[in-house]
């Protein structure tokens, strides 16, 4: 290759760049970044080589094998969100857990991962060759670490559409993530967050529709909600609705916890907290 076609295949790629930027797309795909190729003056067998040296250059971001974010150094192109990311990266795709209880004001901790709530048919991306491991696994993009968790398909309910910048996103909504929360505590700050976040959201909870999902999550997972309501002195009727379900033996109140403790009659539960 000679000096004068380096620093043109170098324009033509930033040219690439202003391109997606234009028509929108922050988050691309390979073949777009080819369909765009001809009007930036680049030809398709050096499409490839030039995002590699885009991302080298940190214009892109790549996200998993063929899709790429537009970086900030971007003029003009507003910071990708994390949450715009997640929904890229697979489908379907819902903010879950940790980040949903965050979104709605539930917790003052920042988690350090974005929880992504899935199901057992999506192809979750995994970490790429040469990377290292992030503590308690996710996949990393970028410095943000993404922790899929997948449901199976029947599961996978209980979503609403925001808007997060100029992006519209999925997330769990209210009710769906309290109860995400009880099913795993452990990725959302342990039980004890867990509880006081039912007591922070209990005015603005629906309960008919708490109760709705808790019965189609499972008997134990409504024995928990059921059990964590009445410590909060809630008083409403679905309570009873709760209490009245059938469970086989005892279950745990805090799932992560140890096999001990009170056994709590009404809820069929072991009160192990500590």
């Given amino acids: 290759m000679t000096t004068a076609t380096r620093p043109k295949r170098s324009l033509a790629g930033i040219e690439l760049i202003r391109l997606l930027s234009r028509e929108g797309d922050r988050i691309f795909t390979t073949d777009r970044a080819r369909e ?3 009007q930036a003056g680049l030809r398709d067998p050096y499409v490839c080589e030039s995002l590699h040296h885009l991302q080298r250059n940190n214009w ?4 998993r094998r063929g899709l790429y974010a537009l970086s900030s150094p971007v003029p003009g192109v507003a910071d990708v969100h994390e949450f715009e990311v997640a ?3 697979l ?6 857990h940790w980040s949903a209880l965050n979104y709605h004001g539930l917790t003052e901790q920042v988690p350090r991962k974005v929880f992504v709530l899935t199901t057992t048919d999506a192809s979750v991306p995994r970490k790429r060759a040469g990377e290292g491991t992030s503590p308690g696994g996710g996949y990393p993009v970028n410095g943000t670490v993404f922790q899929f968790v997948q449901v199976q398909p029947d599961r996978y309910f209980g979503t609403e559409t ?3 910048g100029d992006a519209r996103v999925s997330i769990t909504d209210l009710e769906r993530t309290l109860l995400d929360c009880v099913a795993m505590p452990q990725h959302c700050g342990g039980f004890g967050e867990v509880i006081h976040a039912f007591g922070a959201a209990i005015p603005r909870v629906d309960m008919e529709r708490l109760s709705g999902y808790a019965l189609r999550l499972g ?6 909600t059921g059990w964590i309501l009445e410590h909060h002195n809630c008083e409403a009727p679905q309570l009873e609705v709760l209490a009245a379900i059938p469970m086989k033996g005892t279950g745990k109140l805090d799932p992560t916890g140890p096999r001990r403790g009170v056994y709590n009659k009404r809820w069929l539960l072991q009160e192990n907290l500590p």
């Fill in 36 to 38: 765009l190729a001809p």
């Fill in 60 to 63: 892109i971001v790549p996200l």
């Fill in 87 to 89: 929904m890229a990266l």
């Fill in 91 to 96: 489908q379907p795709a819902a903010i879950s």
């Fill in 162 to 164: 925001v808007w997060m």
């Fill in 219 to 224: 008997p134990t997972i409504a024995k928990r």
